[in-house]
């Protein structure tokens, strides 16, 4: 069963942080490089940070230096910690595969999101 559950959104002021997590059923995990995407309103899915299988990671210039992905292999869990947020990282937040090809062999699923807002 595909599954994917992320949490931890809310709420913040700029300048805030906030850490997100994402557990994953083992056909979407497993030797996977996984990463975060975000979509705010009237924008197109980004990827704003991944994560191969054995911990090497990379970043969208717009969050690079502010955002730390990581993951637990144990666990099945991929993490997000978000520094000094600004209000352009209002978003809703999923986590997912890296690769459209693993995305589409599993149905093209995403779950549901957490809601990010930035604001004062």
Known sequence: QV??????GG???????????????GSIFSGKSMGWYRQAPGRQRELV???S???NT??????????????????NLV???????????????YCNAVTAIVIASLGGYWGQ?????VSS
């Open 49 to 51: 940070a991944s994560i």
């Open 58 to 75: 990379n970043y969208a210039p717009s969050v690079k230096g502010r955002f730390t992905i990581s993951r637990d292999n144990a666990k």
């Open 53 to 55: 299988s054995g911990g």
């Open 79 to 93: 993490y997000l910690q978000m520094n000094s947020l600004k209000p352009e990282d209002t978003a809703v937040y």
């Open 11 to 25: 709420l913040v002021q700029p300048g805030g942080s906030l850490s997100l997590s994402c557990a994953a059923s």
């Open 113 to 117: 999101g957490t809601q990010v807002t």
């Open 3 to 8: 599954q994917l559950v992320e949490s931890g």
